[in-house]
Nanobody
Framework: QVQLVESGGGLVQAGDSLRLSCAAS????????VGWFRQAPGKEREFVAV????????FYADSVKDRFTISRDNDKSTVYLQMSSLKPEDTAIYYC???????????????????WGQGTQVTVSS
């Protein structure tokens, strides 16, 4: 069992930066890759980034590559998403996701996720 709580969302201007946090509880956190997804109004939930158990393996959606950085601190049971050069099209609810004992590849598909956070709103104005 993993509980995920996101924070750090808000309203920013295009070009600004923002850091999201995902605080996790549960004994299996260190055994789980952790990812970020986002969902804009009227659109499906889409993969953003994922990080492996040790933090050495990361993957990004093409739309955020070179602008977003995912990291994790297993001692604090927290995963971060540092977002820079934000664009209006980045506006969405951002969700943290986990899949204990899963793979980073499986984590890129929303239907394969076992645990979700409640989401945090990110709004980027032009």
């Amino acid at each position: 069992q993993v509980q995920l709580v996101e924070s750090g969302g808000g309203l920013v201007q295009a070009g600004d930066s923002l850091r999201l946090s995902c605080a996790a509880s549960g004994r299996t956190f260190s055994s789980s890759p952790v990812g970020w997804f986002r969902q804009a109004p009227g659109k499906e939930r889409e993969f953003v980034a994922v990080i492996g158990r040790s933090g050495t393996s990361t993957f990004y959606a093409d739309s955020v590559k070179d602008r977003f950085t995912i990291s994790r601190d297993n001692d604090k049971s927290t995963v971060y998403l540092q977002m820079s050069s934000l664009k209006p099209e980045d506006t969405a609810i951002y969700y943290c996701a986990a899949k204990p004992f899963g793979t980073t590849q499986a984590m890129r598909v929303a239907s394969r996720i076992d645990y979700w956070g409640q989401g945090t709103q990110v709004t980027v104005s032009s």
